[in-house]
């Protein structure tokens, strides 16, 4: 059973850059395919990239996102980079991909808000 805890998030003008942390506890990242998701108000969270040997984005962060992990730490990142007002919202990370997106509310932690805005 993992649980993870996002930290990173904040308010950022557009253009700048912000790197996101998804830190694992009870286990190890192993193999695992670890999502990152952003939920924009009144939205259900949406997968926008995702890791296990091999690395996924969403169209509208391509380029911009990257995502990484460092099994020692027990860590997955996602570094943003170009920010845009549209990425604003809560970001979770959670084991697995796309199919996340199908998951009730319940079962999304708390996340950290990341708000792009002049």
């Known amino acids: 059973q993992l649980q993870f805890v996002e930290s990173g998030g904040g308010l950022v003008q557009p253009g700048g850059s912000l790197r996101l942390s998804c830190a694992a506890s009870?286990?190890?990242?192993?193999?695992?395919?670890i999502g990152w998701f952003r939920q924009a108000p009144g939205k259900n969270p949406e997968a926008v990239s995702c890791?296990?040997?091999?690395?996924w984005y969403t169209d509208s962060v391509k380029g911009r996102f990257t995502i990484s992990r460092d099994n020692a730490k027990n860590t997955v990142f996602l570094q943003m980079n170009s920010l845009k007002p549209e990425d604003t919202g809560i970001y979770y990370c959670?084991?697995?991909?796309?199919?996340?997106?199908?998951?009730?509310?319940?079962?999304w932690g708390q996340g950290t808000q990341v708000t792009v805005s002049s």
């Open positions: 009870g286990g190890t990242l192993g193999n695992n395919v």
């Open positions: 890791i296990s040997s091999n690395t």
């Open positions: 959670k084991r697995g991909c796309k199919e996340n997106e199908r998951l009730p509310p319940q079962y």
